[in-house]
């Protein structure tokens, strides 16, 4: 009997319609799980409860930390994890960074609606991610599985897109995937658990809008910056440079992402390089947001 650790974490798969107002506040529970007639044997944490706009990477570290601590103690053979849709991408790429080393495979996965509703997709995701999740542990996969699943909005396909590759959704809450094979260095036991010990990084991101006004941000209290990019690989070099080279001089870290690698580069790049930024290549933006937190 295969024993599945379910975590929920929030967001609409956790939450039910009340008055046409859609609230958070566990609507799943171990009742739910009785209509998958699977052998397996479920176990259930919720170390934090939040709504998917209000997440941040101290909820994140909180969550992360509990099922590290929940995996050394009760050594489950596979992890569920529930989390709203909007930011699912984020935890997904900061997840795999740093539990893969606990070599067990994760599926993360949210609904469109509320469980409750005749329409909501949340069955069907489960049931899907529950699949995944047993084939990898009678195949010992370990981590090999460890990534987001969603229902399509146009065909209504429940898909799976590994975590290093998935992107955020869009407003259908349906996940794209970075193009490509993108990798990363996970993190080792010991560098995981300085990580979520460390203090909080309280990083700026800067998101690609056109006429952003940079010379509007105060530094004071920010220890890194995160610039995102175009699709193209640009950024702007009105304003941007000279943030870039104030963060520098005050020895605060400052990122670039995403940049594709290869021998031509767009000017724009190479200016903000030569200031100080550095770049990331060849990852999701949401990839790179993770990356800013735990270098």
Known sequence: MNRILVVTLGGTICSANKDNTIKLGGAIDRSFFDKFKSNTEFSFLTPVLYSSENANEDLYRKALSAIIKECESSKPDGILVLHGTDSMAYFAQLSVRVISYLNLPVVITGSKLPPEDSHSDAVKNVKYALGLLKAAVDGKLGSITFGVVFSDSLMGDTTFIPAIRVTDANF?????????????????????????????KRMITIPAIPGFPYDAIK?????????????????????????????????????????????????????????????????????????????
């Open 219 to 295: 530094l004071d209290s920010v220890d890194a910056v995160l610039i995102e990019g175009y699709h193209s690989g640009t950024a702007s070099t009105i304003g941007l440079p000279e943030l870039v080279e104030e963060a520098t001089k005050a020895s605060k870290k400052v990122y670039l992402a995403p940049v594709h690698s290869g021998k031509v580069q767009y000017e724009s790049n190479k200016i903000l390089e030569e200031k100080g930024a550095k770049a990331i290549y060849n990852m999701p933006f949401e990839g790179c947001w993770a990356e800013s937190l735990i270098r």
């Open 172 to 200: 259908e809450g349906d996940y794209g995937k970075f193009p490509g094979k993108p990798s990363v260095d996970t993190l080792t036991k010991d560098e995981a658990k300085a990580y979520l010990e460390s203090p909080l």
